[in-house]
Structure formats: structure tokens, C-alpha cells
């Protein structure tokens, strides 16, 4: 079975802090998503990588970066945290394998920026 | 990149009814994928449609998709406590084509 992890259940961080989710899955899956969840709004994507070092902006990249130094791994980093990045943060991979691309996804990292 | 639309928003049931969740969408796809999220976890893939399928069984699921109308249901039959969760269809194009997943439908079941 796939397995996809995500380093925190729950983490709480200051305003300003640099925070840092990390994501790891062992099936050798070349995509890897960032995505946050907040009531009422669904999943939104932050970012996405298709290969190691490779990253494409999602639909709200604006305070986060991301790193992908091996394939198995890839980072979220929120740079200076503020309030409005308290959120549930979920971490998914997928197989590039034509046009089926189930998503795996990770248990979640619920942050919050005090 | 395209987004799902769940309807309803909400749905509350006994145990041992069934449950139906609608998705619509707006543009072409080349396959459809359902997913659950039980409350404060991660998302589990469910069944995955392609475009020249019409219905779709596993287990006490069974997805439609119809690309005409651009629209797919998941049915839940003989509903279980265990099935409360939250759904939320994917429309996809393939490739690296990102899923967009919506709001979701809100599943009770009582016992």
C-alpha cells in the first residue's frame, strides 16, 4: 500500500515564525501536491511537483514556498507565518501514468499561528 | 484545472438507507475519481470513472457519470455509521492536470 506521512499531526506556531511541513511517501510517485483545507472552502492547492527540483504554483502559492530535493520528499515552507495560514495542511502523491492519477494522501497537519 | 461541485452540501440518514451525492462540472474530462475524508483526515481515493464509462460498482458503491451532462452521482446503498464522512468528487483531464476537489457532501449515518 502506499504510504504517504506527514511529519505533524498538530503544530503551533508564532506569527513571523519560518515554519516547515515535511511530506515523505515510499511508492517512488513522481507528483507530489501541497494543499490547505479550510471550512466551507474544499481542498485548495498550493503548490505541485512533478519531478525532483521541478515546482508549479497552484491556485494560492502567495506566502508559502516549496522544496523538492528528492523524490521522495517534498517540503512546504511558510516563510514568515501569519494568522490567516492557520489551517489543516494536506500533502498528496500520484503515479504519472497517463491519464489516471489517483492521489494519495498523507493524514493532515493541522497548524495553527497564533 | 476544473473544479467539482457536490450537492448537496449536507446529507443526513439512517442506518441502512442509501445515500446519493451529486458532482457537476463544466469542461471535458478524461476520468471522474470520488474520494472520502472522515473528520480531521487525510482524503482516501474511492473509485475512479473514465469518460467512456457510464456506471461504476465497488462494493456498496456505484458511481454514474454522465459526460453529456456533465454531471456524476456515488451512491452508498444499505448506509452504514461507519460511512459518516465527507465526499468530494475530482474531475480530471489527465496528465499533469491538477485535481481541483470542491466543498464536499457532508455525510451523517445514523445508527
Known amino acids: 500500500d502506499v504510504k504517504v506521512t506527514q511529519s505533524s499531526r498538530y503544530l503551533v506556531k508564532r506569527t513571523g515564525e519560518k515554519v516547515f511541513l515535511e511530506c515523505v511517501q515510499d511508492?517512488?510517485?513522481?507528483?507530489m501536491f501541497w494543499y490547505r483545507q479550510d471550512p466551507g472552502l474544499g481542498l485548495r492547492l498550493i503548490y505541485f511537483?512533478?519531478?525532483?527540483?521541478?515546482?508549479e504554483k497552484g491556485d494560492i502559492p502567495e506566502g508559502y514556498s516549496v522544496s523538492r530535493e528528492k523524490k521522495e520528499r517534498f517540503s512546504l515552507i511558510l516563510e514568515s507565518a501569519s494568522t490567516n495560514q492557520t489551517s489543516m495542511y494536506l500533502c498528496a502523491s500520484s503515479i504519472s501514468q497517463g491519464v489516471e492519477e489517483t492521489q494519495y494522501f498523507g493524514p493532515g497537519t493541522r497548524l495553527l499561528v497564533l | 484545472s476544473q473544479q467539482g461541485e457536490e450537492d448537496p452540501q449536507a446529507l443526513s440518514i439512517q442506518e441502512g438507507e442509501n445515500a446519493t451525492m451529486n458532482c457537476s462540472y463544466k469542461t471535458s474530462i478524461n476520468n471522474l475519481q470520488w474520494y472520502r475524508q472522515n473528520s480531521g483526515r487525510g482524503l482516501v481515493h474511492l473509485i475512479l470513472i473514465r469518460s467512456n464509462e457510464r456506471e461504476k460498482h465497488s462494493g456498496r458503491l456505484r458511481v454514474t457519470l454522465d459526460t453529456s451532462k456533465k454531471s456524476s452521482s456515488l451512491l452508498i446503498t444499505a448506509s452504514r455509521a461507519a460511512d459518516t464522512a465527507s465526499y468530494f468528487c475530482a474531475p480530471s483531464r489527465g496528465g499533469y492536470n491538477k485535481l481541483i476537489f470542491g466543498a464536499g457532501t457532508r455525510l451523517a449515518v445514523h445508527p
Open positions: 511508492m517512488d510517485h513522481e507528483n
Open positions: 511537483s512533478y519531478d525532483v527540483k521541478m515546482k
